[in-house]
């Protein structure tokens, strides 16, 4: 959070140390207050044998009331009004968005994310999007309030049954920012993470314009099989594979899984392995997940995999 990536991460940056600073002064004098006022009683008990302890509480204080006044309600006040401004400031000035920005619908889901781009691209945990330019997420959700959360790019919001929640975000530079749910969405919520990949321009154009396109016909017979198997097996009911007949919604689109760098959201590394062992049951790695154990063989298995890896 505190190595900022983008002009809004700056800001919230600034207003986060401002803030902090102000927190450690008012820290500070309070516990010097506690600490004197401590002091003194402890002194006033010690000089006098036999003192009465309700004559101390009716004594006068010294400065009177202005004293509780000032210390206790305008200076408070007026550090949490100066705080609030200031965070308005700061808040007016993020957000500034270009005449046309990229619009990018990631839905929430329990527990990944669908990342859909207007040229018909569909996506899964991995977010891709060009240096410099205004991206606006819209971030709808297919069940409950999940919170969309890139610490390094500072946007933080929430994915709302019913509500239009829109965020805008920049990277000033190339890089890969992970991101996580932030709000508690049951059991998988610390498994549900995505990652944002800033590239320059150019070459998320051209990675858009792949992504769009439909699956890459298998090659051989092994991935030939693969895709028959997926096609009749339960896999269709849930994913999709554009460009063939699974045309399932439930799962993440798999048009072009292999250029994936994760599988169910950041739970395993992608490889052919850890695809296999997924496929095979998926509440190994991520219990609790809506896709169940696999029917197929172990030959079955093995041959969707060699057509999925082909999915680039
Ligand atoms: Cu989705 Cu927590």
Known sequence: MLDPRSDDARRVEGLWWVLFWISCAVVAVVTGFLLAAVRRRR????????????????????????????????????????SFAFSLVVLNDMGSVDDR????????????????????????????????????LALPTADVIHSFWVPELQVKKDHIPGADNQLSVVADHAGRFRGQCAEFCGLQHAHMEILVVAM????????????????????????????????????????????????????????????????????????????AAFITDPQDDKPGVS??????????????????????
């Open 43 to 82: 002194a006033e008990l010690h000089s006098e044998d036999d003192i009465d302890e309700d004559d101390i509480d009716r004594r006068p204080v010294p400065w009177g009331d202005r004293f509780v006044v000032i210390a206790g309600a305008a200076i408070p006040g007026g550090i949490l009004a100066g």
């Open 101 to 136: 920005p990229l619009e990018v619908e990631v839905v929430g889901h329990t527990w990944w994310w669908e990342v859909r781009y207007p040229n018909g691209a569909v996506t899964a945990n991995e977010i891709r999007i060009p240096v410099g330019e205004t991206v606006q």
């Open 200 to 275: 320059p321009a150019d070459e998320f154009d051209d990675w858009v314009e792949r992504e769009a396109e439909p699956a890459a016909e298998p090659q051989g017979a092994a991935a030939e099989d693969g895709r028959r198997i997926f096609e009749r097996a339960s896999c269709a009911g849930c994913h999709t594979i554009r460009g063939t007949s699974a045309e399932g919604t439930l799962g993440p689109d798999l048009t072009h899984l292999a250029d994936r760098e994760t599988l169910g959201a950041g739970v395993v590394r992608l490889t052919p392995e850890s695809l």
């Open 291 to 312: 896709m169940p154990p696999t029917e197929l063989t172990p030959d079955q298995v093995d041959a969707v995999v060699a057509y999925l890896t082909e999915l680039e």
